[in-house]
């Protein structure tokens, strides 16, 4: 497996977050079947195929281009992945289109991909200047960042980038958006960043510990692309297809995502569902998974030092117990 994965790195100059991490959660077993919600570059479902013999894969990924070159990068794995454009709330329909009716392990690395952020032609990030583009599908037609500076609101646009972006300055940046685009269209990633900047007041630009675009860009790529509505969506049905033993691994970037994550694993392991004020318990609701670390998985030094992504990163899993309800 080191083997495999050292070479698959060399190659593709890719560091799956949190590898070794994700390994030992998902557990993946010779022979076993795995949704991979997240291809990529297809880092982690190497390692998956690389660890577990004759194991199965179905990979998903919502980019074209992530796909493309994932599938010729694994192309050594030949057909134990099976790859589908797909976003990972439609996960049904591809294990329906594989006659799957359940998988014993499933993960999402959830986020965007270094293909996506270093081409400034995709426009994610001020470091290069492109279109303000976002869209990870951009043959699906939906609106690009473009529209969402240049169309939506100042209450919409402030609401994204304090709940999307979590920056105090919120409001002060929508009020700059909506005023510069007045005068005319806000094209350009770079133009987009240059007016955050003159946002900030300037304490705040002086002790900001990165670009005071960071948060802007996060949170329109966010919106861009539904990404919370996404995972609220898998959440609500990913479950139903684990086998019994079977683990869901998430790793995530953002505090919202991790809650979610969080909360929906703690509805599937808790007992007793009666509401409070019911001294005794009347549901008799049995625990369905076992929560696998209390605390999120973060990565270690040595890895943050190689990788300054995985800062963020927060890896949660759960066990689903045998004898829980499945379909
Ligand atoms: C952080 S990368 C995954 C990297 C991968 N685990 C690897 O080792 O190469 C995230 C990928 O997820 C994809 N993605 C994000 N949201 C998605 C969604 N809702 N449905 C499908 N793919 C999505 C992105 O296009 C991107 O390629």
Redesign the pocket.
């Known amino acids: 497996m080191v083997l495999v994965m050292r070479a698959f790195e060399e190659e ?1 100059h ?1 560091l ?2 949190l ?1 070794k991490e994700t390994l030992t959660a998902l557990a993946p077993q010779a022979g076993g079947r795995y949704l ?12 998956i195929a690389a660890t577990a013999s004759d194991s199965e894969i179905c990979a ?4 074209a281009q ?1 796909l493309a070159i ?1 599938k010729d990068r694994l192309s050594a794995v030949g057909e134990r992945v099976h790859f589908f454009q ?5 996960f049904a329909e591809a294990l329906a289109q594989l006659q799957w009716d359940r998988v014993d392990g499933a ?10 952020i270093d081409n400034a032609a995709r426009g994610f990030s001020f470091y290069g200047n492109g279109p303000l583009d976002m869209r ?2 951009r043959d699906s037609g939906a609106p690009s960042a473009w529209h969402w500076v240049n169309r939506e609101s100042y209450a919409r646009l402030k609401q994204c980038i304090a709940t999307l972006g979590e920056d105090p300055q919120a409001g002060r940046i929508a009020r700059f958006i909506v005023e510069a685009r007045q005068k005319s269209p806000i094209e350009t990633t770079e133009e987009l960043a240059a007016l955050v900047e003159a946002a900030y007041p300037h304490a705040w630009r002086v002790k900001a510990r990165h670009h005071p675009a960071t948060r802007t860009f996060q949170a329109l790529r966010m919106a861009v ?3 919370l509505e ?2 609220k969506m ?1 959440l609500d049905q990913i479950f139903t297809y684990l086998s019994p033993g079977g683990r869901l691994v998430v ?1 995530t ?1 953002h505090s919202l995502e991790d809650r979610f994550v969080k909360q929906a694993a703690r509805h599937w392991a808790e007992g007793c569902r009666c509401p409070r004020h019911i001294p005794v318990c009347v549901c008799d609701h049995q625990p369905e998974a076992r929560i696998l670390y209390k605390k999120p998985v973060r990565a270690g030094h040595a890895e943050v030092a190689a990788n300054p992504r995985a800062s963020s990163a927060k890896l949660r899993a759960v066990e689903k117990l045998a004898g829980a309800g499945h379909l």
Request: negative net charge; aromatic residues 8%.
């Open positions: 593709t890719h799956p977050v590898l991979d919600g997240t291809l990529g570059l297809g880092g982690h479902c190497a390692a998903l990924d919502r980019d992530a994932a797909y976003r990972y709330s439609r993960l999402l690395d959830i986020g965007v991909s270094s293909l996506q990870m599908d692309n539904n990404e996404e995972l898998f790793i970037f």
